[in-house]
């Protein structure tokens, strides 16, 4: 995996990327909303980083994150969270790459998956996904 210093100040400069915006319906509760973040398959490395309104809420963290608390539907309600997830293709066989995101606790739950395929092997792709909260 290359070095890095910030997967989102790489993800301004890098060839290899995808973007992907959705809103997620929450309600007044205090229930928690959870995230999980599965990028790629065998073969693949990876790391995250989460900001949440702009701060980092989550640095560099390696392979899948399951059940990461954002914080409750009502406190979460009118804001963005932005998730930037490195993944590396160290697999000989395949160069595909994959990214599955995971919300519950809102209104019902949330999966977004997409795969890109890289150049050659130990290539690297950012997947990029923005979340607004929302009442409507």
Do not use: C, W
């Amino acid at each position: 995996m290359p070095e890095i210093e910030s997967i989102k100040k790489d993800y301004e400069t890098v060839k290899q990327k995808t973007a992907h915006y959705d809103e997620y319906k929450v309600n007044q509760s205090t229930d928690v909303i959870l995230m999980s973040v599965y990028p790629g398959d065998t073969g693949q490395a990876a790391l995250t980083e989460v900001f949440l309104e702009g701060n980092k809420i989550l640095e560099k963290h390696p392979g899948s994150i399951e059940d990461f608390e954002l914080g409750t539907n009502k406190s979460l309600r009118g804001k963005f969270v932005d998730v930037y997830t490195l993944v590396t293709d160290v697999q000989q066989d395949s160069d595909l790459t994959s990214f599955l995101f995971e919300l519950f606790g809102g209104d019902k739950p949330y999966e977004y998956y997409t795969e890109k395929t890289v150049h050659s092997n130990g290539d690297s792709v950012i997947y990029k996904i923005t979340i607004f909260f929302t009442i409507h």
